[in-house]
T-cell receptor, first 113, second 114 residues
Framework: QKEVEQNSGPLSVPEGAIASLNCTYS??????FFWYRQYSGKSPELIMS????GDKEDGRFTAQLNKASQYVSLLIRDSQPSDSATYLC?????????????FGTGTKLQVIP | SQTIHQWPATLVQPVGSPLSLECTVE??????LYWYRQAAGRGLQLLFY??????ISSEVPQNLSASRPQDRQFILSSKKLLLSDSGFYLC???FGGGNTGELFFGEGSRLTVL
């Protein structure tokens, strides 16, 4: 079982729609969760972090965390063509005193004008 | 504010040649430092992470090594490159300590081994 799993996509949504991206993780000891956006050929950039159960909103983005189900999601409202990118889910857990940061393989999002 | 610099941005190397990629962080002390590799069309593979000078943990056995000679300097090396070493190498940092705190990436180094 992979530590962090994401559907590779592509996920295609029309402009203005809501895009829903999902991520599951295997280690119940994981405590911090992040969403990154990566444009082709570029390094990942942080979109949101979430540390406790529930929803966290930032502009058009909402992150949702459910630790009981080991599930993290990202909603993008009013999707724009500029949102087309690969979205990476990341999880932090302690590993022998180190903060190990593990990424999913990413979901490719295509927003159709 | 904190910044991370990574170089070189692009390099093409023959099989069997050595490699050195360098990363430095400015504006913070005692960061946690990471090296990731991303093969074409693939996810981020954690290679090494470090919580301090000369304190490095390796995730994947391979012909790569990492060193941290100074608090804010992280170097990825190889004595002899393989074709499979091609990829996009990313250095990243986060504030040390605890399980919280975001990871910030450098611009990346794209390596092609021929």
């Amino acid at each position: 079982q992979k530590e962090v799993e994401q559907n590779s996509g592509p996920l295609s949504v029309p402009e203005g729609a809501i895009a829903s991206l999902n991520c599951t993780y295997s280690d119940r000891g994981s405590q911090s969760f992040f969403w990154y956006r990566q444009y082709s050929g570029k390094s990942p950039e942080l979109i949101m972090s979430i540390y406790s159960n529930g929803d966290k909103e930032d502009g058009r983005f909402t992150a949702q965390l459910n630790k009981a189900s080991q599930y993290v999601s990202l909603l993008i409202r009013d999707s724009q063509p500029s949102d087309s990118a690969t979205y990476l889910c990341a999880v932090i857990k302690n590993s022998g005193g180190y903060q190990k940061v593990t990424f999913g393989t990413g979901t490719k999002l295509q927003v159709i004008p | 504010s904190q910044t991370i610099h990574q170089w070189p941005a692009t390099l093409v190397q023959p099989v069997g040649s050595p490699l050195s990629l360098e990363c430095t962080v400015e504006g913070t002390s005692n960061p946690n430092l990471y090296w990731y590799r991303q093969a074409a069309g693939r996810g981020l593979q954690l290679l090494f992470y470090s919580i301090g000078i000369d304190q490095i943990s390796s995730e994947v056995p391979q012909n790569l090594s990492a060193s941290r000679p100074q608090d804010r300097q992280f170097i990825l090396s190889s004595k002899k490159l393989l074709l499979s070493d091609s990829g996009f190498y990313l250095c990243a940092w986060k504030f040390g300590g605890g399980n919280t705190g975001e990871l910030f990436f450098g611009e990346g180094s794209r390596l092609t081994v021929l």
